[in-house]
């Protein structure tokens, strides 16, 4: 499945964004509560010129009536989406969450980072509009499950 988006510059921007998430876990430590991270953050991608909007206003709309509530997403760095946790594990109801925000939007670049643990958790994916789908990537925005797949071929 092809992606419009240019990998290298993705790449380097998800990069920018986790190691800016591992300065504040390292400062922090990890098992505060989530806006202390979202503005520790927020704070962190400007200090290293990183342009970001924290906790954008996403509006939500029925049929052509645009909804009273709405979502709040707690990151956008460019084309990519960041819902950050601070929880013991991450379950699906937080992919969940992390996708509704990528179909709305349209964005193609999620990371669902968790500093609820020791070590900073983070998670990358990739939303294809043609699918309608969201799928997990590994570091080099390759999609795990075709990863997988390749492996299982090697090794039947």
Known sequence: MKMNIDKEKIKGTVYQIIGAAMEVHNE???????????????????????????????????????????????????EVVVELKSVSELVPAHRAQLFNYMRLTKKSVGLLINFGQPSLQGERYLYSE????????DKDMRRLDDIYEKFMLIHE
Do not use: T
């Not at 989530?34 to 991608?45: Q, S």
């Not at 043609?130 to 990537?137: I, P």
């Open 130 to 137: 043609a699918a309608n789908e969201c799928f997990m990537v």
């Open 28 to 78: 922090l430590r990890w098992g505060l509560l989530e806006p202390i991270y979202n503005e520790a953050l927020h704070l962190e991608l400007l200090d290293r010129g990183i342009e970001n909007e924290s906790e954008k206003y996403l509006p939500c709309f029925y049929k052509h009536h645009q909804l009273e509530k709405y979502y709040k997403m707690d990151l956008v760095v460019g």
